[in-house]
């Protein structure tokens, strides 16, 4: 998390400060007209300055061997950008792809950036009359299935969180409502204690571009919010007035993004369980709930709070037990025609032999050999309606526990 977010309250965030004004100001308007988050305007903002570094050399305002890291971001115009031609876009792209390793996916966000930016000098303040990404068109992007946990990994997972952590109560809880409600890091660490409602049975959550979904609980996110909500009421020291719901068990305030990240990693080396991070949980909810809950992909997407169905699509993609099922049910797929096999005759005409005509299989046999083909893998029971859940009873404090 960047010293540029405020952890404490991550809707708000220190002013920018080390960028042309041109930049200051389009940050502003994207959170203040645009209503984009404070993580989505703080990516903009580092994409923008990197990109201020890479024209500043590219224009020659500093040595050609300077250290990108090094170049200062500020002191750029609204004239400079004016003179920006689509060259020096395509010159970027390159530059990303070839000396930084982007990905296809960063390359294509960096280009976002740009978009929005000349967007916003060209379209919103006027201030420029041409916008040289106008016609550039971002990456084909590879199309990547989002990576998940099965139903007994999510098991094991659970597990693990009662003694790995100081505070297993809290890292419970959090996990639980990870893999069942499937919220976003900055969601979760972002609820406070009046957006619960246990006798409702739902939590308030704020999402992308601050806009608010209602998030159902299902009856392990009742038992862990209790069991951790009682716990925390107690802590020594902890200020009446604090409003966060998930705390930090030394300094007895709200829990930061990367903090909830150390402590999945730690319970995810605990279980065993390696390639796999805090937002792949939010991957496993919908996955288990869209194979496994009878959900459909509108429900889906208004549970994940998706702005539009095109992104939750993804997830009618991952059912491929489903996909081999139905090709192995299909009724020709049982019509087999070993006769039609002419190698070994066309071997025999190249040396002038005749091959011998292939035995007749007996049926009856053949059939006795054929394996019936197996159907779905069994459904994970209970992931949508009882929710994910382990035996907290055993929860107990570690040998050597995780410092916060």
């Known amino acids: 998390m960047s010293i540029y977010l405020d952890e404490k309250n991550p809707s708000k965030h220190k002013p920018f400060d080390d960028a042309s004004p041109d930049i200051v100001e389009y940050v502003r308007y994207l959170e203040v007209i645009a209503g984009k988050s404070a993580n989505t305007a703080f990516s903009y903002y580092c994409d923008l300055r990197g990109f201020s570094r890479f024209m500043k050399r590219r224009k020659g305002l500093v040595p050609e061997d300077a250290e990108m890291k090094e170049i200062d971001p500020k002191g750029l115009d609204t004239a400079f950008w004016g003179s920006v031609k689509k060259e020096d876009i395509y010159e ?51 199309k990547v299935l989002p990576k998940y946990l099965t139903a007994e990994q999510s098991r094991e997972l659970l597990e693990s969180t009662q003694y790995q952590s100081d505070f297993p ?17 900055s969601e979760l660490v972002g609820m406070d204690l009046g957006d619960i409602d246990l006798e409702q049975r739902q939590i308030r959550l ?16 009742i038992e862990a919010l209790q069991l951790y909500l009682k716990k925390r009421n107690t802590m020594e020291g902890l200020d009446p007035k604090e409003k966060a719901v998930f705390v930090t068990r030394r300094r007895k305030d709200r829990i930061s993004n990367r903090r909830v990240e150390q402590l999945v990693t730690s319970a995810m080396k605990a279980a065993g369980l390696k390639g796999f991070s805090t937002h792949k949980l939010r991957h496993t909810a919908a996955t288990l709930m869209y194979q496994t809950g009878n959900v459909d992909i509108l429900t889906l997407k208004q549970l994940l709070g998706h702005s539009s169905v095109g992104t939750t699509q993804i997830y009618t993609h991952l059912q491929e037990f489903q996909v081999r099922a139905a090709i192995e049910q299909n009724p020709l797929g049982e019509v087999k025609k070993a006769s039609l096999d002419t190698t070994e005759q066309e071997a025999g005409e190249i040396s002038g032999e005749n091959a011998a005509p292939p035995a007749k299989m007996d049926d009856s046999a053949s059939k006795s050999e054929e394996v019936a083909p197996s159907g779905p893998m069994e459904a994970f029971e209970g992931a949508a309606n009882d929710g994910f859940r382990a035996d907290v009873s055993a929860m107990k404090e570690p040998e050597e526990p995780v410092q916060e």
């Open 206 to 221: 704020f999402g992308k571009g601050h806009k608010e979904r209602m998030v159902y609980l299902n009856d392990a996110c």
């Open 92 to 142: 970027y792209l390159y530059f990303l792809n070839r000396e930084c390793g982007n990905k296809k996916s960063s390359t294509a966000r960096r280009l976002a950036s740009l978009h929005g930016f000349y967007d916003y000098l060209v379209n919103q303040v006027n201030r420029l009359s041409q916008d040289p990404t106008a016609s550039i068109k971002p990456p084909k992007q590879d």
């Open 169 to 185: 109560e809290r890292d419970y809880c959090m996990v639980v409502l990870f893999l069942n409600c499937g919220m976003r890091l």
